[in-house]
């Protein structure tokens, strides 16, 4: 493993990646395949801009023809694709290209690694592949995929197509599937920058429903551990687990937020909840554990870290929040807040 594509690596997970390989692996080079979508932004990357070991290429993973020139210009051995759109709200308002990018995207690139021989294909993943989660009970890597947003549809059909190209040509796959990750750059649509910047200016923090649902919030950092341990560790065909093992209610996530800015939980709005909200989602890690992995923040430290990052990073968020993401939070909360 030397030339890495990373597909969506201007994102936030794909960009906090990068940087954490070029610092780890002096040897590595990191080419970033990106079609740059509102989600994209090389601000992520501003401390890779310098490094010879980076490279940027925009262009779409639906588009086998860029693809592949781009694959045998860097003479790329493994591609991590973590392209994807990932809001699970957006994808309810409209799902096409959800489905255009982790459906045609993920066949464009398992192709692409099958025709040129690549060494490696890793899909990111999530736990939202797995459905609604009843109480009690800790997702398996072999549980059957039960999606039920658009969004956790498309990335629970990218899984089942990377499966079948281990099973059917043998190409040297491996997935993770994440939990919720919080920390730098995540772009402000999802809860906890959304809820840190409303907070830091003093806006309402739309709750969806009672704010019960359970999520595993897990600090990026750590996650891009376990990717690269499943990278050099992980058994070719197979699924690994990636998540906290430990589940916060909303709420309880929102009252550290809210403390760790020192902001009044006046701010809290309970709005109309999203249609089809999974209440829970529940990792069971045993099997990355057993590569040698734990995530080293608890969910709280992450919660804490992620409020202070976007505390002293204004120039990264406001910028966004100025901009086209203006019409997608009144779509989005216009309605739900005036109520
Ligand atoms: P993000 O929305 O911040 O970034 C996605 C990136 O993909 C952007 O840079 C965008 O420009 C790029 N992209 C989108 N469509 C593309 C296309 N057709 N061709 C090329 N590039 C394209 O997402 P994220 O939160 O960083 O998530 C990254 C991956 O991790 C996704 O696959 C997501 O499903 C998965 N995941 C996310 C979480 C989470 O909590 N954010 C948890 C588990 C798994
Ligand atoms: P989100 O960050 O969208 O991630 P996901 O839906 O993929 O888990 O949301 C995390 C949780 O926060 C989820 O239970 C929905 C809830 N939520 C709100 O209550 N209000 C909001 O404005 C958003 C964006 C999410």
Redesign the pocket.
């Known amino acids: 493993m030397k030339n890495i594509l990373v597909?969506?690596g201007?994102?936030?997970?794909?960009s906090n990646f990068v940087l954490y390989m070029l610092d780890k692996y002096p040897d590595y080079n990191m080419i970033v395949?990106?079609?740059?979508?509102y989600?994209?932004n090389l601000d992520n990357l501003l401390d890779a801009s310098d490094d010879p070991r980076y490279h940027f290429v925009r262009?779409?993973?639906?588009d086998p023809v860029t693809v592949e020139e781009t694959i045998q210009k860097y003479d790329i051995d493994t591609i991590i694709n973590?392209?994807?759109?990932?809001h699970v709200d957006r994808s309810i308002l409209d799902p096409d290209a959800f489905i255009r990018?982790s459906v045609n995207?993920t066949y464009v690139l398992l192709e692409a690694a099958r025709r040129l021989g690549l060494e490696r294909y890793h899909q990111?993943?999530?736990d939202e592949v797995y459905g609604h989660i009843p109480d009690g009970y800790s997702s398996v890597e072999s549980d059957p995929l039960e999606p039920r947003s658009p969004y956790a549809a498309s990335?629970a059909s990218a899984d089942l197509l990377v499966n079948a190209y281990f099973v059917t040509y043998n190409l040297p796959v491996t997935i993770t599937r994440?939990?919720?990750?919080i920390g730098p750059y995540?772009?402000p649509e999802?809860v906890l920058p959304l809820f840190a910047t409303n907070a830091i200016d003093g806006l309402p923090l739309p709750v969806y429903g009672d704010g019960r649902q359970k999520r595993e919030y897990q600090y990026v950092i750590d996650h891009c551990e376990a990717i690269d341990l499943v990278l050099h560790k992980g058994e070719l065909g197979h699924a690994y687990n990636i998540g906290t093992a430990e589940e916060m209610e909303n709420m309880t996530m929102v009252e550290i937020l809210l403390d760790t800015l020192d902001k009044p939980r006046s701010l809290i709005r309970h709005v109309e909840d999203r249609p089809g909200h999974d209440r829970r989602y529940s990792l069971n890690t045993t099997k990355i554990q057993a590569l040698g992995w734990q995530p080293r923040h608890t969910s709280a430290e992450a919660i804490r870290k992620t409020a202070v990052w976007y505390r002293d990073n204004e120039w990264w968020w406001r910028k966004i929040k100025e901009g086209d993401f203006k019409e997608y939070y009144q779509l989005q909360y216009g309605e739900r807040l005036a109520k």
């Open positions: 597909t969506g201007a994102g936030f997970i794909g395949y990106d079609k740059l979508t989600a994209g262009g779409d993973i639906c973590f392209a994807a759109e990932s990018t995207g990111i993943s999530t990335k994440g939990s919720n990750n995540q772009y999802k």
